[in-house]
């Protein structure tokens, strides 16, 4: 029998929700894949404190603080967020011992925008076709919605002090937080072209400008300002197509939509371009107002960088800190 340890939500300002790497299989049935925004930051996350992959953990844009009734070793990723235990600034990217009683705050930095805290063990919650993902439109996963104060979440209650002294000198091989831009540093696409590419007369603009991402961004897809595409009002609506995660749309108005996590199954809007998936990761850690441009690569291009990332992905690439004395 599993004995389960509590982690509480004392604070959250912003939006958390319980997420593994997705939900495949489904989307023949209108369900989407969901997961980690950052698929490669939730799975460093995980492999930093021993656990697979794929196993469930918070997302969090925002600020949070969580406690612990028991010993929990955790890890916190994704950009480069400032990290608290009590009142000491502790460093991201590496395991943390978290005692009993103790309080874990995360908020926000120059450097990134949505954040991963696993646990040893994982998050015990319901699992729905396969996934713990939390699909809050659809209402299931997990909790079936964000996460909020007052919430407790149940983890296994695993041998601190056994696994520490495996991973407490952990750290990534390479140094993945310099992938993620300044907020001043225009965020650069690199994609492919999309089904409708040769109907958009004028998708040199989309290539060549620069975009903002909006406030009317989320899970479901990152809207972007900037130059229009006129012909896209001249098309309209299309028949639908199946969609999925990185598809840039371009809806009547003529403002892409880089489709995301959360994204629908089918949809009738252009699609001018495919975001790899390695940048889609990128342009979740983006705020808005933040600038991104477009950059065209080949299909063999575009194959081998997203076989190296699922691979990164899939097996995240640590090493061990000497001489630490974290």
Known sequence: MITLANLHITYLVGIATVQDLGRYGYRGLGVPVSGALDALSASYANALVGNEVNTALIELVGSITLKADKDLLVAVTGGLPKVYVDQYEIPSWRPIYLRSGKKL????????????????????????????????????????????????????????????????????????????????????????????????????????????????SDRMGYRLDGPQLTSASRLGRLPSIPTDRGYVQIPPDGKPIVLMSDAQTTG???????????????????????????????????????????????KPKLTIEENSDY
């Open 105 to 216: 705050t995360i908020r926000p930095s120059n450097k990134g925008n949505t954040y991963y805290v696993a646990v040893a063990g994982g998050i015990e919650c319901e699992s729905v076709l396969g996934s713990k993902s939390t699909y809050v439109r659809g209402g299931f996963g997990c909790l079936g919605r964000p996460l909020k104060v007052g919430d407790t979440l149940r983890v296994p209650d695993v041998n601190a002090e056994s696994l520490w002294l495996e991973i407490h000198n952990l750290i990534p091989a390479i140094d993945i937080i310099e992938r993620v831009p300044k907020r001043d540093e225009v965020l650069v696409l690199r994609a492919t072209r999309g089904i409708h590419s040769n109907l958009l007369q004028d998708l040199k603009i989309l290539l060549e400008s620069d975009y903002v991402v909006t406030l009317e």
């Open 268 to 314: 009738g809007y252009a699609v001018a371009l495919h975001v790899i998936p390695p940048d889609v990761d990128l342009l979740a850690q983006a705020r808005p107002g933040h600038k991104v441009r477009f950059a065209e690569v080949s299909v063999k291009v575009a194959e081998e960088l997203v076989s190296n990332y699922f691979k990164e992905v899939e």
